[in-house]
């Protein structure tokens, strides 16, 4: 069921539909290939029998004091032109109540998601207008999170699948390509999911203490 907390918002336009700050907070908690990083207190991810990984959202309110906002592995690179293969199941218990607007500036219409996601390496190094085409968000496939049950997608490496930081496809011009095609061909990045919804695909996500839960299960994720 589809439950939001009110939340007043200011009247602002945000330039670009995409954001990440999975770094925000700079706490992590690890597991053996896959990491969860967020804010506050989060659970870390899990390994059950027959899945990939599993990891249950944060529990929070709508100030973001709790988030999960990615869950990440290495990577040795891929070649562009080959895709991602992703089965995920989503569970609930209870009736959670899922939030993801944790700031005033998030007024877009977008649902809550779980976003395949892919960063170079030390993406966060250097000046800032050179980070923007380090980090690349799916636009062809994500994991819906307030619809519980099985998604099987596929989303393609190639340039038109994919935007930036700054909400720019890969096959913008000729920079964002040599970005897009370095980060899928980069040894040792990072390769899965980010939390969030609205104006940011990366800001985090948690549901509301007492509501209900809410676990994804990765069932297969592979680049072929």
Known sequence: MRKLLPLIMMAVFVVGQVGLDAQRGKKASTAPAWRV????????ATFPSGEVVSVRLAEGDVSGNNSTNSLTRLWSGAQVG?????????????????????????TCERDPT????????GYFRGKDDKK?????????????????????????????????????????????RDGFRRTVEGKWGRIGFTGGGGCFFGHGVNTEPGSGTVTIHVLNFEVR
């Open 37 to 44: 990083l967020g804010v506050g207190t989060f659970p870390a």
């Open 82 to 106: 080959q895709s991602l293969y992703i089965t995920a199941r989503v569970v609930y218990t209870g009736d959670p109540i899922i939030n993801f607007r944790f700031e005033q500036s998030n």
């Open 114 to 121: 779980m976003r395949p996601y892919m960063e170079q390496r």
């Open 132 to 176: 923007e085409h380090k980090r690349w968000w799916s636009r062809a496939g994500t994991v819906e999170l307030f619809e519980d049950g099985t998604v099987t997608f596929m989303v393609p490496l190639t340039a038109e699948s994919w935007s930036s930081l700054h909400g720019k496809f890969g096959d913008f011009n000729a920079e964002s």
